[in-house]
């Protein structure tokens, strides 16, 4: 009937070339959708139902492409689940705890039109990913349980950058028929719907999957469906509101390591900042805004800088995702994220032209996947009150566990040493996107002096006595665990280490 279908259509686009009509408007148009979660609390781990109704402009059109673009801060976690490859899931032999949900169709069949569309139901995967995608997700549907055959299909869920930094899953090529006797008999198919579930929680409830906004903002879902006769997309929108952000847990930390820093010398700095990785029973919030302030008495190497080229705004292409164009001698150290989304990822920290307003900036890029880098703009400030204080804006609402800057010590160097011996404090004020704010404080202990001798004892003990950026009265102290920082120290040491010996061959 579908050839039959197919032909008549021909047919009629001959006719409609004859006549001077262009035959573009054969489409699907999406006459329903909805993203519905199964709890609105902030940072839940809730089961999502995304549902698409279709309708068609020619009866042997049908729906070719699907896209869902979620939410900023609706994130999956591909790491909670096992992963099933293609050839499994073309198969139908995914293991069992590579299964995320769910998935419902229903389709209209050619051989007996008069008949009701056919409800057919599957599984949902967690699929081994391909190409520079994150994600992988992918579906096995089973009409009448398989005895109208199987069909398998998978889409890239992919991260938007540069943008929101949300997930979009896109499946294409969606079957148009269903094959019956191994393929030996086709039958031609339209979708009229189609119903996708992922799971909140995975692995018997132990992990979490999919992980609600931590901001209490309109949370919006868009979907688009092309056609096989069309390209336009037709789209719709769905939206709820997630609720109870004064209780979503928000624990930063800072923490500080330095390589046997020399009173005044020129150092190795780490400077990081750390969610716990902990998401049961609801995630952290992420972060929005960060303020660290390098420990009391950090100064900068001025004349370091006249041997840095800076990196201007078009060199660094913040709204692009292609990587950073700057100069080789604008680079002045490492930057390493780490995320369940993408894994841990080794960027760079440029020195960056100044402007009017901001005359000392960073630019930081972290490489996502091959083809697509984070950027983010750091703003520095020389305080009167002695620190340096580093502050970034309008964070993504993205799960990140570390996010860590490290500066190579060496000659050409850009930070030095506070100037005298013992125990320096510095800090950071983080503010979430579930409203919180929340202050810390850190400490960098100089144990050298300038000539490389031990510090006395008392120095060390003198060193004590903390000295806070002034306009932190409402910090309560709350010292970042040092087991932290020796992590982040362990993770960058050897990068740090590399780069600043590429740094002093260079210059």
């Known amino acids: 009937m579908r050839r039959i279908q197919a032909a008549g259509m021909m047919v009629g686009t ?18 329903s959708f909805t993203a519905s979660p199964s709890t609105t609390v902030a940072a ?50 995914c293991p069992a705890t590579s299964k995320i949900g769910t998935v419902s169709t229903a389709a209209k069949q050619d051989l007996l039109p008069l008949l009701p569309a056919i409800t057919a139901t599957g599984d949902v995967y967690n699929v081994t990913p391909t190409g520079t995608e994150p994600a992988r997700v992918g579906m096995v549907i089973r009409p009448l349980g398989g005895l109208l055959g199987k069909f398998a ?28 006797l191994s393929g030996a008999l086709p039958i031609p198919v339209q979708i009229q719907s189609i119903s996708l579930t992922l799971n909140g929680l995975v692995a018997g409830g132990t ?12 949370a919006t879902t868009t979907a688009t469906a092309t056609s096989y006769a069309s390209v336009t997309p037709s789209a719709r929108t769905s939206s709820f509101t997630p609720t109870d952000c004064a209780h979503v847990p928000f624990e930063p930390g800072v923490a500080f390591a330095a390589n046997a820093p020399k009173a005044g010398g ?30 009391n008495g950090t100064g900068i190497n001025f004349a370091a800088i006249a041997n840095i080229t800076p990196c201007t705004d078009a060199q660094f292409a913040v709204g692009s995702a292609a990587a950073p164009a700057c100069p080789a001698s604008s680079q002045v150290g490492a930057a390493v994220l780490v995320s369940p989304l993408v894994g841990t990822t080794v960027g760079k920290v440029f020195f960056a032209q100044g402007t009017a307003t901001a ?27 002695g620190f340096i204080q580093t502050t970034l804006s309008n964070l993504p609402q993205t799960p990140v566990t570390t996010f860590a800057l490290g500066f190579p010590g060496g000659p050409n160097g850009l930070l030095t040493a506070p100037a ?4 320096h404090y510095g800090a950071g004020v983080f503010s979430g996107w579930n409203g919180g704010f929340v202050p810390r404080i850190a400490t960098q202990n ?45 993770l960058l040491a050897p990068r740090l280490r590399a780069l600043g010996t590429r740094m002093a061959h260079r210059r």
């Open 44 to 93: 839940a781990h809730p089961n999502v139902t995304t549902a698409f109704a279709f309708s068609y402009s020619a009866g042997s059109d049908d729906v070719k492409s699907t896209t869902v673009a979620l939410p900023a801060g609706l994130v999956g976690n591909p790491n909670a689940a096992a992963k099933c490859t293609s050839a499994q899931l073309a198969a139908d032999a």
């Open 14 to 31: 001959l006719a409609a070339l004859t006549l001077g009509v262009s035959s573009a408007s054969a489409a699907v148009t999406v006459t």
């Open 207 to 218: 992990k979490a999957f999919l992980t609600n906004p931590t901001s209490c903002g309109a």
């Open 420 to 423: 005298q011996c013992g125990v």
């Open 153 to 180: 299909l998978s889409g890239a869920a992919t991260v938007r950058v540069p943008g929101d930094y949300g997930l979009t899953v896109t499946f294409d090529n969606l079957p148009r028929a269903l094959p019956a």
């Open 359 to 385: 005359p000392l900036r960073q630019f930081i890029s972290a490489q996502i996947t091959p083809t697509q880098t984070a950027k983010f703009v750091a703003v520095n400030t020389l305080r009167p009150d």
């Open 266 to 295: 020129v150092e190795s700095l780490i400077a990081a900042t750390t969610l716990p990785a902990t998401e049961l029973p609801r995630s952290q919030a992420h972060i929005r805004t960060t303020d660290v302030y390098l420990p």
């Open 446 to 490: 100089v144990t050298s002096t300038a000539t490389g001798s031990p510090c006395p004892a008392t120095a060390a003990a003198a060193g004590l006595a903390p000295a806070l950026p002034t306009d932190l009265g409402r910090m309560r102290p709350a010292v970042s665990r040092r087991p932290v920082a020796g992590r982040i120290q362990a």
